[in-house]
């Protein structure tokens, strides 16, 4: 048999083996050879191409060259692993990425095109990146989110409508997408929405009872009391704990009011001066209805907790001003008692006044005995303050030097204050700096802070950073714990000149 | 500039130092004698200045710093001063002059001691023995080769359709095989055999192509010179940088249109694509470097460079033989549609058939996707883009549907795209 003339034969006679099908190796082989080339010199063409539409045209200019480069710097995923960055972690570096797109969103200017994949790609994971990539990235983002579902979250027109029929989301959606719609009623129909939630209220499962009762947080108001009333005779506790953590956030509800005649119950203002105590000495089960729970934490004696749960649930609107009641004396076994409730109160309520009265008191207590509950409820004081109180405490706090300042968290503090820091927190933290530095010991204190104010100090500081990383490493040269410092330094430098680039 | 730095924390410290005040003294020697040189002294942390000095034609340099980097963080920083327009002319010091006058003399010893080589091919006894020890390498290739012949008709007879179920031994040992036959061309290519036992077309068609090998070399004699010559590369007997100096050089203005890195065998190999603007010629400039080691090269993508190459044996690769000026950057890019670009290829297929992968420069091309196969498409008809490549985003953004110009590697799977020109700008993919 002789070798076949057509690839494909050829292809056919091969895979069986010239052995079975007859014929001669080598002369295959050869015959393969110049159908190989041929075919390859043929180069086979794709036919039926459909280009996208092109992109709109966009006049606004882009970005330097040297701003550009940086920009691929930050968006290649592997730079920072590499430790040749100037940050550490990829946290670090999307921080620096943020500052970097808000930079040229305020400059005017556009990332170059073959850059916005990867940012895209960025935003898809990091979800606060969303906002700051539209303005640098321009009607381009919307262009090419049209052709990848994953990146639909930048297009214009938003993410595509659910495959459901609109109308029909209700009856048959996943859970899901009926939170989804009913949040979107509660926008502007809530009364309609609390309508179609009532009609449905017993059919649903208690899972889906507390996810749909959650969407009710937008629009609350006091029509909405009576489902929530009846929600907090629900089996399930998940159900119950949706409606009173919206009680509680509802002006003027008998929920309220229930709790503050609790409150005056056992804290007497009759007495002038004297704040009078008398807890509570029973958790009844109207108590217990309305989320105050009947065992306390280890530690905690019951009455001084129950009495601790009603204040922390009363609205601070049913006390005198706050440095009024809390400058009057109370008796010592009840005085942290009462801080936390109301402390507690101010946190939950995010009432920015209580929590500006309480904190300076919470942190005496927490200096005093530094317990971790104590510590927790100061943070989240912190973040019922406004960021201009926030700056002021920050530099307060820091004044006290390092060791203080971590005790009450000032990490989080520092977190939480306006970015960059203003001028305040910014002398604040170079005088713990050099403080802390200037002792030897305890180097290790300043590296949550170097690291934090790396990104957050203005980048304008930059010099005077490595002026002081500079002046210690003279008189130092071999102390390691001088390496924080001379990072910040390196990131700040970094930063001013990114901004530069950027102007 | 800074892509000649070996590494991250180099380039930071040159773009530190470039704007520092260390510096004493900079200037750029606008000698008749000199070739274009930048030199500076710089404050470092020793009590005498460094030296540094930069011949921008190549671009060669030397610090008298002790950095083991290279260049150091001197040179760059001085690099970019001088890109930044900051380095006034002035006349050379004494001790550039006595760099370069070292540099000229290293360089005409060096042409002459190839030239009295080329002239009596090495000392006497040198050159027998030289003679035996070729005889008998080409011996043992022949063998080797034979061998791979039998084994390649062994494989057909024994049927393509069991090779799936065959383990990377049955592949490597015919390879080693090979090696110690002193034929490592022919050993690569029966190693990436085993990567094709999914594809029974493509190993068919690899399969012919070495025995194109085998059945060449034993009449290498009766072949074109230069067919002969492609063929005596391929199968992995060596070519010298001598011999491939001694070849008529190519002058033009060389773009650097890609820039690829890959991991074979254990080692970093770079493949540098160039395109005369002049010739249209293609070029590639291949350069290796192993575990740890960084590349020793200073092309530099969208950038140009007036210079003389020597091609090898294939018309492909190439050795930079001298460089007339600094290397700028590329201000225009010649492509050509998608047709005109086929048939190079195919002729340069019928000049070397075992060409893997060749440079082309498409114009007018849009990326599209034609039935799931992301493409260039050039109106209804489109190259195919390598689909290992995955979905080339980056190119689309670029273009953002709009005819652009693609240079990439061709290879038998598709187009790789490397960059992308968009009429101002090259843009690395």
Redesign the interface.
């Known amino acids: 048999m002789s070798v076949p003339r057509s690839w494909p034969d050829?292809?056919g006679a091969?895979?069986?083996?010239?052995?079975?099908s007859g014929g001669n190796?080598?002369e295959?082989?050869?015959?393969?050879?110049?159908?190989?080339?041929r075919?390859?010199?043929?180069?086979?063409?794709?036919?039926?191409?459909?280009?996208?539409?092109?992109?709109p045209v966009d006049d606004v200019p882009t970005v330097g060259p040297a701003a550009a480069a940086r920009a691929g710097d930050l968006l290649a995923a592997d730079a920072v692993t590499?430790n040749?960055g100037p940050v550490r972690d990829t946290a670090g570096r999307l921080e620096l990425l943020a500052e970097w797109l808000a930079a040229a969103a305020a400059a005017g200017r556009r990332l170059?095109?073959?850059?916005?994949?990867?940012l895209l790609d960025a935003g898809r994971r990091h979800h606060p990146l969303r906002p700051l990539i539209g303005p640098v990235a321009g009607p381009?983002a919307g262009?090419?989110a049209a052709?990848?579902p994953e990146w639909a979250y930048a297009s214009p027109a938003g993410r595509p409508e659910p495959e459901v029929a609109e109308g029909r989301v209700w009856e048959l959606g996943s859970t899901g997408q009926r939170v989804a719609y009913l949040a979107r009623l509660r926008r502007h129909d809530p009364a309609g929405a609390r309508r179609l939630l009532e009609a449905a209220w017993d059919g649903e499962s208690p899972d889906d009872r507390a996810a749909l009762l959650g969407t009710f947080r937008i629009g609350l108001s006091l029509a909405d009391e009576p489902v929530l009333e009846r929600a907090l005779d629900d089996r399930r506790r998940q159900v119950r704990d949706v409606a009173l953590d919206l009680l509680g956030r509802l002006p003027g509800s008998g929920y309220g009011r229930r709790m503050a005649a609790r409150a005056a119950a056992c804290v007497d203002l009759a007495g002038g001066r004297r704040i009078g105590i008398r807890p509570p000495v029973e958790c009844d089960r109207a108590m217990r209805r309305d989320g105050v729970a009947p065992k306390p934490p280890a530690g905690v004696g019951e009455r001084a907790w129950w009495l601790e749960e009603i204040l922390a649930r009363t609205p601070l609107s049913s006390w005198p001003e706050p440095e009024a009641l809390l400058g009057r004396r109370v008796a010592d076994e009840w005085a942290g008692t009462l801080r936390r409730g109301l402390a507690r109160a101010a946190a939950a309520q995010r009432d920015a006044r209580w929590a500006a009265a309480l904190v300076d008191r919470l942190t005496a207590d927490v200096l005093a005995r530094g317990r971790p509950e104590d510590r927790m409820l100061l943070e989240a004081l912190y973040d019922a303050l406004p960021a201009q109180e926030l700056a002021a405490r920050a530099a307060g706090v820091l004044r006290r030097g390092l060791a203080d300042a971590n005790a009450v968290g000032v990490g989080h503090v520092l977190e939480l204050c306006p970015r960059p820091w203003p001028p305040a927190v910014a002398e604040a933290v170079f005088a713990a700096l050099a403080g802390q530095l200037g002792q030897r010991a305890a180097g290790w204190r300043v590296a949550g802070l170097c690291e934090l104010a790396a990104l957050r100090l203005p980048a304008d500081q930059a010099p005077r950073a490595a002026a002081l990383a500079g002046r210690l490493r003279t008189a130092r040269p071999d102390d390691p714990a001088l390496a924080p410092l001379e990072r910040l330094a390196m990131t700040l430098?970094y930063r001013q000149?990114m901004l530069e680039e950027l102007a | 500039m800074l892509s000649l730095a070996p590494d991250a924390s180099a380039q930071r410290a040159a773009r530190a130092l470039a704007a520092d005040k260390a510096w004493c003294e900079v200037g750029l020697s606008a000698d008749e004698q000199l070739p274009p040189t930048v030199w500076g002294l710089c404050q470092g942390s020793g009590r005498q200045p460094y030296q540094i000095c930069v011949d921008l034609t190549e671009p060669a340099y030397r610090c008298s710093c002790p950095s083991r980097k290279f260049p150091c963080k001197h040179t760059l920083a001085m690099l970019l001063r001088w890109a930044g327009g900051t380095v006034p002319e002035a006349p050379a010091p004494g001790w550039v002059r006595d760099w370069q006058a070292s540099r000229a003399e290293r360089a005409t010893r060096a042409v002459e001691r190839e030239k009295e080589q080329a002239r009596n091919g090495g000392e006497g006894t040198g050159r027998a023995a030289g003679e035996k020890a070729a005889t008998r390498r080409a011996a043992r290739v022949a063998a080797g080769l034979a061998e791979l012949d039998r084994w390649l008709a062994d494989q057909i007879r024994a049927g393509l359709a069991g090779a799936a179920k065959l383990g990377y031994d049955h592949w490597d040992a015919m390879a080693a095989r090979l090696v110690d036959a002193q034929a490592p061309g022919a050993a690569r290519l029966v190693r990436y055999l085993a990567g094709y036992v999914g594809d029974p077309e493509r190993l068919l068609a690899e399969l012919g192509l070495l025995r194109l090998l085998t059945a060449g070399f034993p009449r290498l004699e009766s072949l074109p010179p230069e067919l002969a010559a492609t063929l005596r590369l391929r199968v992995g007997l060596p070519v010298s940088a001598e011999e491939v100096r001694a070849t008529p050089p190519v002058r033009d203005r060389w773009q650097v249109l890609g820039v690829r890195d890959e991991l074979e065998d254990n080692l970093m190999v770079r493949r540098v694509w160039l395109r005369g603007a002049r010739t249209g010629r293609p070029a590639l400039v291949l350069s290796f470097a192993g575990p740890g080691q960084v590349f020793v090269t200073d092309l530099v993508l969208g950038t140009e460079l007036d210079a003389d190459l020597c091609f090898y044996p294939e018309h492909l690769r190439v050795i930079i033989a001298r460089r007339h000026a600094p290397a700028a950057p590329i201000t225009a890019v010649a492509a050509r549609p998608i047709a005109d670009a086929m048939r190079e290829y195919a002729e340069a297929l019928a000049a070397d058939p075992w060409v893997e992968r060749w440079p082309m420069v498409l114009g007018g091309v849009v990326p599209a996707k034609a039935g799931g196969r992301w493409c260039l498409a050039d109106g209804g008809d489109g190259v195919p883009l390598d689909p290992a490549v995955g979905a080339p985003w980056r190119l689309v953004a670029a273009a953002g549907g709009r005819p652009v110009t693609v240079a990439g590697e061709w290879t038998a799977t598709g187009l790789r795209p490397l960059s992308v020109w968009l009429g101002n700008r090259l843009v690395a993919l």
């Open positions: 050829l292809l091969a895979l069986v083996g010239t052995a079975r190796a080598e295959l082989l050869d015959a393969a050879a110049v159908h190989a080339l075919r390859r010199a043929g180069a086979p063409l794709v036919h039926g191409a459909q280009p996208p539409p092109p992109a590499r040749a170059p095109p073959e850059l916005v994949p990867a381009l262009w090419l052709q990848r430098k000149e």
